[in-house]
Protein backbone atom coordinates (compact mmCIF):
# COMPACT_ATOMS: atom_id res chain seq x y z
CA UNK A 1 0.00 0.00 0.00
CA UNK A 2 1.36 3.52 -0.36
CA UNK A 3 0.37 6.05 2.13
CA UNK A 4 -1.40 8.87 3.65
CA UNK A 5 0.90 11.99 4.63
CA UNK A 6 -0.91 15.29 6.77
CA UNK A 7 1.74 17.93 5.92
CA UNK A 8 1.58 21.24 7.88
CA UNK A 9 2.61 24.45 5.99
CA UNK A 10 3.30 28.13 6.38
CA UNK A 11 0.67 30.07 8.69
CA UNK A 12 2.43 32.94 7.40
CA UNK A 13 5.93 32.88 6.43
CA UNK A 14 6.34 31.23 3.28
CA UNK A 15 10.28 30.33 4.56
CA UNK A 16 8.51 27.77 7.50
CA UNK A 17 7.74 25.40 4.38
CA UNK A 18 10.01 22.18 5.09
CA UNK A 19 11.81 20.17 2.61
CA UNK A 20 9.96 17.49 2.98
CA UNK A 21 6.51 19.17 2.08
CA UNK A 22 8.40 20.81 -1.28
CA UNK A 23 9.54 17.14 -2.09
CA UNK A 24 6.09 15.69 -1.13
CA UNK A 25 4.18 18.47 -3.07
CA UNK A 26 6.14 17.68 -5.89
CA UNK A 27 6.11 13.78 -5.61
CA UNK A 28 2.81 13.18 -3.98
CA UNK A 29 0.06 10.69 -6.32
CA UNK A 30 -2.75 13.03 -5.43
CA UNK A 31 -2.68 16.04 -3.32
CA UNK A 32 -5.49 16.34 -1.11
CA UNK A 33 -6.14 20.39 -0.36
CA UNK A 34 -8.12 22.33 1.73
CA UNK A 35 -8.49 24.83 -0.90
CA UNK A 36 -7.36 23.99 -4.48
CA UNK A 37 -6.61 28.01 -5.34
CA UNK A 38 -4.57 28.94 -2.17
CA UNK A 39 -2.68 25.31 -2.61
CA UNK A 40 -1.25 26.45 -6.02
CA UNK A 41 -0.55 29.94 -4.53
CA UNK A 42 1.63 28.04 -1.82
CA UNK A 43 3.63 26.22 -4.61
CA UNK A 44 3.91 29.12 -6.53
CA UNK A 45 5.96 31.14 -4.03
CA UNK A 46 7.90 27.88 -3.28
CA UNK A 47 8.56 27.66 -7.24
CA UNK A 48 7.19 23.65 -7.12
CA UNK A 49 5.54 22.17 -9.53
CA UNK A 50 2.56 20.12 -8.52
CA UNK A 51 2.91 16.73 -9.83
CA UNK A 52 0.03 14.93 -9.34
CA UNK A 53 -3.70 15.20 -8.86
CA UNK A 54 -5.00 17.98 -6.97
CA UNK A 55 -8.69 17.32 -5.31
CA UNK A 56 -10.86 19.95 -3.06
CA UNK A 57 -10.20 17.83 0.89
CA UNK A 58 -12.16 20.09 2.67
CA UNK A 59 -14.82 20.45 5.78
CA UNK A 60 -17.94 19.63 3.90
CA UNK A 61 -16.56 16.72 1.77
CA UNK A 62 -13.65 14.97 3.72
CA UNK A 63 -15.85 12.45 5.39
CA UNK A 64 -16.92 11.47 1.65
CA UNK A 65 -13.90 11.93 0.10
CA UNK A 66 -11.45 9.82 3.05
CA UNK A 67 -12.53 6.19 1.37
CA UNK A 68 -12.06 6.86 -2.36
CA UNK A 69 -8.63 8.33 -1.40
CA UNK A 70 -7.73 5.87 1.15
CA UNK A 71 -9.17 3.40 -2.37
CA UNK A 72 -6.04 5.06 -4.01
CA UNK A 73 -3.76 4.83 -1.04
CA UNK A 74 -4.73 1.03 -0.86
CA UNK A 75 -3.37 0.71 -4.44
CA UNK A 76 -0.04 2.31 -3.77
CA UNK A 77 -0.56 5.74 -4.00
CA UNK A 78 0.76 8.42 -1.71
CA UNK A 79 -2.01 11.12 -0.66
CA UNK A 80 -0.65 14.42 0.93
CA UNK A 81 -3.28 15.95 3.26
CA UNK A 82 -2.44 19.80 3.10
CA UNK A 83 -4.81 22.62 4.88
CA UNK A 84 -4.82 26.40 3.97
CA UNK A 85 -2.21 27.07 6.95
CA UNK A 86 -0.29 25.16 9.73
CA UNK A 87 -1.03 21.85 10.42
CA UNK A 88 -4.01 19.77 9.19
CA UNK A 89 -6.92 18.31 11.64
CA UNK A 90 -6.32 21.14 14.01
CA UNK A 91 -9.22 23.34 13.30
CA UNK A 92 -8.53 22.28 9.84
CA UNK A 93 -9.49 18.89 7.45
CA UNK A 94 -7.94 15.69 7.69
CA UNK A 95 -9.12 13.72 11.06
CA UNK A 96 -11.36 12.11 8.88
CA UNK A 97 -9.37 10.44 6.74
CA UNK A 98 -6.52 9.78 9.35
CA UNK A 99 -9.54 7.75 11.39
CA UNK A 100 -10.74 5.95 8.41
CA UNK A 101 -7.08 4.91 7.86
CA UNK A 102 -6.49 3.35 11.37
CA UNK A 103 -9.90 1.95 10.93
CA UNK A 104 -8.75 -0.36 7.56
CA UNK A 105 -5.19 -0.45 8.34
CA UNK A 106 -3.54 2.11 5.96
CA UNK A 107 -0.40 4.15 6.70
CA UNK A 108 -0.48 7.22 7.77
CA UNK A 109 2.17 9.63 8.75
CA UNK A 110 3.13 12.97 8.92
CA UNK A 111 5.46 15.73 7.87
CA UNK A 112 5.07 17.93 10.71
CA UNK A 113 5.89 21.98 11.03
CA UNK A 114 4.27 25.47 11.37
CA UNK A 115 1.21 25.37 13.80
CA UNK A 116 -0.10 28.66 15.24
CA UNK A 117 -0.88 27.09 19.01
CA UNK A 118 2.81 25.73 19.33
CA UNK A 119 4.35 29.18 18.28
CA UNK A 120 2.31 30.84 20.50
CA UNK A 121 2.18 28.88 23.43
CA UNK A 122 6.21 28.55 23.23
CA UNK A 123 6.51 32.92 22.97
CA UNK A 124 4.07 33.72 25.67
CA UNK A 125 5.95 32.86 28.50
CA UNK A 126 3.32 31.43 30.56
CA UNK A 127 3.91 27.88 31.65
CA UNK A 128 4.30 24.94 28.73
CA UNK A 129 5.02 21.98 30.63
CA UNK A 130 1.14 21.31 30.68
CA UNK A 131 -1.52 23.18 28.47
CA UNK A 132 -4.35 22.61 26.45
CA UNK A 133 -5.40 23.49 23.34
CA UNK A 134 -9.70 25.16 23.16
CA UNK A 135 -10.01 25.93 19.30
CA UNK A 136 -11.58 29.05 18.78
CA UNK A 137 -13.57 30.75 20.84
CA UNK A 138 -17.33 30.22 21.11
CA UNK A 139 -18.60 33.02 18.83
CA UNK A 140 -22.15 33.36 20.36
CA UNK A 141 -22.14 35.33 24.29
CA UNK A 142 -23.77 32.15 25.93
CA UNK A 143 -21.66 29.57 24.64
CA UNK A 144 -18.53 31.16 25.31
CA UNK A 145 -19.58 31.98 29.23
CA UNK A 146 -20.67 28.61 29.20
CA UNK A 147 -16.95 27.24 27.85
CA UNK A 148 -15.28 29.85 30.25
CA UNK A 149 -17.03 28.97 32.68
CA UNK A 150 -16.03 25.34 32.62
CA UNK A 151 -12.33 26.48 32.65
CA UNK A 152 -12.54 28.75 35.68
CA UNK A 153 -10.72 25.38 37.48
CA UNK A 154 -8.60 24.75 34.26
CA UNK A 155 -4.21 24.52 36.19
CA UNK A 156 -3.30 23.86 32.50
CA UNK A 157 -2.19 26.86 30.81
CA UNK A 158 -4.81 27.55 27.74
CA UNK A 159 -5.10 28.60 23.92
CA UNK A 160 -7.61 29.41 22.03
CA UNK A 161 -7.72 30.74 18.87
CA UNK A 162 -9.89 34.17 17.90
CA UNK A 163 -10.92 36.38 15.23
CA UNK A 164 -9.82 40.49 15.35
CA UNK A 165 -13.85 41.27 14.83
CA UNK A 166 -14.53 39.24 18.37
CA UNK A 167 -11.60 40.23 20.34
CA UNK A 168 -13.51 43.14 21.75
CA UNK A 169 -15.98 41.08 23.07
CA UNK A 170 -14.28 38.48 24.36
CA UNK A 171 -11.94 40.31 26.72
CA UNK A 172 -14.65 41.41 29.23
CA UNK A 173 -15.86 37.53 29.30
CA UNK A 174 -12.30 36.53 30.00
CA UNK A 175 -12.30 39.25 32.59
CA UNK A 176 -14.79 38.01 33.97
CA UNK A 177 -14.86 34.77 34.59
CA UNK A 178 -10.42 34.50 35.07
CA UNK A 179 -10.48 38.04 37.02
CA UNK A 180 -8.27 40.50 36.09
CA UNK A 181 -5.15 39.76 37.44
CA UNK A 182 -4.21 36.10 35.02
CA UNK A 183 -1.26 36.39 33.00
CA UNK A 184 -1.90 36.39 28.87
CA UNK A 185 -0.51 36.62 26.08
CA UNK A 186 -2.44 38.00 22.53
CA UNK A 187 -0.17 36.72 19.78
CA UNK A 188 -1.13 38.07 16.68
CA UNK A 189 0.25 37.57 12.71
CA UNK A 190 2.74 34.84 13.85
CA UNK A 191 5.67 34.67 11.59
CA UNK A 192 4.62 37.68 9.44
CA UNK A 193 6.02 40.63 9.37
CA UNK A 194 3.55 42.33 11.53
CA UNK A 195 4.18 39.56 14.25
CA UNK A 196 2.96 41.29 17.66
CA UNK A 197 3.01 39.66 20.97
CA UNK A 198 1.09 41.67 23.72
CA UNK A 199 1.84 40.40 27.19
CA UNK A 200 0.02 41.62 30.60
CA UNK A 201 -2.77 40.42 32.89
CA UNK A 202 -6.04 39.80 31.40
CA UNK A 203 -7.13 43.61 32.17
CA UNK A 204 -4.04 45.29 31.02
CA UNK A 205 -4.39 42.84 27.15
CA UNK A 206 -8.76 43.85 27.64
CA UNK A 207 -7.61 47.81 28.27
CA UNK A 208 -4.67 47.48 24.97
CA UNK A 209 -7.60 45.75 22.63
CA UNK A 210 -9.67 48.76 23.52
CA UNK A 211 -7.18 51.52 22.80
CA UNK A 212 -5.70 49.45 19.96
CA UNK A 213 -7.52 47.11 18.59
CA UNK A 214 -5.73 43.98 16.90
CA UNK A 215 -6.02 43.48 13.40
CA UNK A 216 -5.03 39.83 11.30
CA UNK A 217 -4.67 36.84 12.98
CA UNK A 218 -5.01 35.83 16.20
CA UNK A 219 -3.77 33.04 19.02
CA UNK A 220 -4.81 33.96 22.94
CA UNK A 221 -2.60 32.14 25.80
CA UNK A 222 -3.97 32.58 29.50
CA UNK A 223 -2.23 31.17 32.35
CA UNK A 224 -4.09 28.25 34.30
CA UNK A 225 -5.72 28.60 37.44
CA UNK A 226 -3.53 28.63 40.30
CA UNK A 227 -4.10 26.20 43.26
CA UNK A 228 -6.51 28.66 45.20
CA UNK A 229 -8.55 29.54 42.32
CA UNK A 230 -8.73 26.20 41.61
CA UNK A 231 -9.70 25.19 45.07
CA UNK A 232 -12.51 28.06 45.24
CA UNK A 233 -13.73 27.73 41.78
CA UNK A 234 -13.75 23.86 41.48
CA UNK A 235 -17.52 23.17 40.18
CA UNK A 236 -18.16 20.15 42.02
CA UNK A 237 -15.12 19.63 44.67
CA UNK A 238 -15.69 18.82 48.03
CA UNK A 239 -13.59 19.81 50.83
CA UNK A 240 -12.70 18.17 53.64
CA UNK A 241 -14.85 19.87 55.41
CA UNK A 242 -17.98 18.80 53.84
CA UNK A 243 -16.94 15.27 53.25
CA UNK A 244 -16.76 15.22 57.29
CA UNK A 245 -20.06 17.10 57.09
CA UNK A 246 -21.60 14.04 54.79
CA UNK A 247 -20.06 11.23 56.61
CA UNK A 248 -21.74 12.37 60.21
N1 LIG B 1 -4.36 24.45 11.24
C1 LIG B 1 -3.96 25.75 11.75
C2 LIG B 1 -2.82 25.60 12.74
O1 LIG B 1 -2.23 24.52 12.80
O2 LIG B 1 -2.50 26.54 13.43
C3 LIG B 1 -5.14 26.51 12.32
C4 LIG B 1 -6.25 26.79 11.34
S1 LIG B 1 -7.56 27.75 12.00
C5 LIG B 1 -8.77 27.59 10.76
C6 LIG B 1 -7.04 29.42 11.75
C7 LIG B 1 -6.77 30.14 13.06
O3 LIG B 1 -5.45 29.80 13.52
C8 LIG B 1 -6.74 31.67 12.94
O4 LIG B 1 -8.03 32.20 13.06
C9 LIG B 1 -5.87 32.06 14.11
O5 LIG B 1 -6.60 32.03 15.32
C10 LIG B 1 -4.84 30.91 14.12
N2 LIG B 1 -3.68 31.29 13.29
C11 LIG B 1 -3.30 30.72 12.12
N3 LIG B 1 -2.21 31.34 11.65
C12 LIG B 1 -1.89 32.30 12.53
C13 LIG B 1 -0.86 33.30 12.60
N4 LIG B 1 0.04 33.43 11.64
N5 LIG B 1 -0.84 34.14 13.68
C14 LIG B 1 -1.76 34.03 14.65
N6 LIG B 1 -2.76 33.13 14.62
C15 LIG B 1 -2.82 32.27 13.58
Known amino acids: AGT ?3 AATPIGNVGDASARLVA ?27 GGKVIAYHDHNERNKADGLLDSVEEGATVL ?21 IERGLPVTCAPGPSAV ?6 SGLPTDRFCYEGFVPRKHAERMQRLRSL ?15 IAETMPDLLGEFGPDRRMALCRELTKDYEQIRRGTIAQIKQSVD ?38
Open 81 to 101: VVSDAGMPTINDPGLAIVRRA
Open 152 to 166: RAEQRTMVFYETPHR
Open 118 to 123: LDALAL
Open 211 to 248: DDPPRGEIVLVIEGASDDEARDSAPSALSVEDLAVLSI
Open 24 to 50: LLERADIVAAEDTRRLYDLANRLGVHV
Open 4 to 6: VVL
